[in-house]
């Protein structure tokens, strides 16, 4: 299996092209965005050394698919997907902020809680909960969104303090964040799964918000299992998880979290291997199908022929 870890096309009327940890943003004419979901993976706000056959794949299919389930909700920017790694959309000018909600007390607000803090981002969590416990409602926890670097906690009020966006804008965003949230719920429960928390991103253009990037994926969702979840919360025992904290989990028994001076563990050819298979079965999992593998020998010159063909 190759996995897809660098991608530098020269499309027609392309005037940029920005590579994030993932994916591979193409700017055609200030009109058009060509964003391929390459095989990077990245923990910790850092991009690992080997990429993860297919789940680029895995990633753009599963956006595409929530993008059209929420398109009742907030219009959003995709146009077509071309390609199975491939999405072509509107290009929007994104605010500075990442809508992070969370429905459960887990990860980083499990560590947050864990250290004796009850406030993150400026909203109150309440005393007397434990891990994987569900919030009585889902807080909305937001995040700056840094081109190079960590992104930061950061609370309602200091984004509008800020002029990161205006307050009649942010409680847009809150709203559509929230009924978003409500759906992918809804579609999760239908599969046996609980939406645990999530992010997302919005931008605007011509005055005009929409939902951007990708939404209820593995990078930016976790899923715990129905089954077996409220035994296991009991029992104070790890949850079930549909989500690439096994990975974080993973490097952070390797005594790795991002920090300065830490090395990233090596990652061998199983490792590799177990991690692509988790992220086809949260594929099939959160889509109730079945995962049908992209050609994969010229992945990339696949996806520079298909795109090509779309826009020409």
Same mark, same amino acid.
């Given at each position: 299996?190759?996995?897809?870890?660098?991608?530098?096309?020269?499309?027609?009327?392309? /005037?940029?092209?920005?590579?994030?940890?993932?994916? @591979?943003?193409?700017?055609?004419?200030?009109?058009?965005?060509?964003?391929?979901?390459? @095989?990077?993976?990245?923990?910790?706000?850092?991009?690992?050394?080997?990429?993860?056959?297919?789940?680029?794949?895995?990633?753009?299919?599963?956006?595409?698919?929530?993008?059209?389930?929420?398109? @009742?909700?907030?219009?959003?920017?995709?146009?077509?997907?071309?390609?199975?790694?491939?999405?072509?959309?509107?290009?929007?000018?994104?605010?500075?902020?990442?809508?992070? /909600?969370?429905?459960?007390?887990?990860?980083?607000?499990?560590?947050?809680?864990? &250290?004796? %803090?009850?406030?993150?981002?400026?909203?109150?969590?309440?005393?007397?909960?434990?891990?994987?416990?569900?919030?009585?409602?889902?807080? /909305?926890?937001?995040?700056?969104?840094?081109?190079?670097?960590?992104?930061?906690?950061?609370?309602?009020?200091?984004?509008? &303090?800020?002029?990161?966006?205006?307050?009649?804008?942010?409680?847009?965003?809150?709203?559509?964040?929230?009924?978003?949230?409500?759906?992918?719920?809804?579609?999760?429960?239908?599969?046996?799964?609980?939406?645990?928390?999530?992010?997302?991103?919005?931008?605007?253009?011509?005055?005009?918000?929409?939902?951007?990037?990708?939404?209820?994926?593995?990078?930016?969702?976790?899923?715990?299992?129905?089954?077996?979840?409220?035994?296991?919360? @009991?029992?104070?025992?790890?949850?079930?998880?549909?989500?690439?904290?096994?990975?974080?989990?993973?490097?952070? %028994?390797?005594?790795?979290?991002?920090?300065?001076?830490?090395? /990233?563990? %090596?990652?061998?050819?199983?490792?590799?291997? &177990?991690?692509?298979?988790?992220?086809?079965?949260?594929?099939?999992?959160?889509?109730?199908?079945?995962?049908?593998?992209?050609?994969?020998?010229? &992945?990339?010159?696949?996806?520079?022929?298909?795109?090509?063909?779309?826009?020409?």
């Amino acid at each position: 299996m190759k996995a897809i870890t660098e991608t530098a096309f020269k499309f027609p009327n392309q /005037i940029n092209h920005y590579k994030g940890k993932v994916r @591979d943003v193409y700017n055609i004419n200030n009109k058009q965005l060509v964003m391929v979901v390459s @095989d990077r993976i990245s923990a910790f706000d850092v991009v690992l050394p080997k990429g993860i056959p297919y789940k680029g794949q895995v990633l753009n299919q599963l956006a595409d698919r929530f993008l059209k389930a929420t398109e @009742d909700i907030v219009p959003n920017w995709s146009l077509a997907s071309p390609d199975p790694n491939v999405t072509i959309g509107h290009y929007c000018e994104p605010f500075k902020v990442e809508m992070v /909600i969370r429905g459960y007390l887990t990860g980083h607000a499990w560590r947050t809680y864990k &250290s004796g %803090e009850r406030m993150l981002c400026g909203v109150q969590m309440p005393d007397g909960m434990k891990e994987h416990q569900k919030f009585p409602e889902p807080i /909305i926890t937001p995040s700056t969104k840094e081109d190079e670097g960590h992104d930061e906690d950061i609370s309602r009020e200091e984004i509008i &303090s800020q002029g990161l966006v205006s307050e009649e804008e942010y409680l847009k965003l809150e709203d559509y964040t929230r009924r978003i949230f409500q759906r992918g719920t809804e579609m999760a429960k239908d599969r046996g799964l609980i939406l645990v928390d999530t992010k997302y991103e919005f931008g605007k253009k011509d005055g005009k918000i929409y939902l951007i990037d990708e939404i209820h994926t593995p990078d930016s969702s976790r899923y715990f299992y129905q089954e077996g979840y409220q035994e296991r919360l @009991d029992n104070d025992e790890n949850q079930k998880q549909l989500s690439k904290e096994f990975v974080r989990e993973w490097l952070m %028994e390797n005594g790795f979290q991002g920090k300065e001076g830490q090395s /990233i563990p %090596e990652m061998n050819e199983e490792f590799v291997e &177990s991690v692509s298979n988790r992220y086809i079965e949260l594929f099939e999992n959160v889509s109730g199908e079945k995962f049908v593998k992209a050609e994969n020998v010229d &992945s990339v010159e696949r996806i520079e022929k298909n795109v090509l063909n779309y826009l020409g």
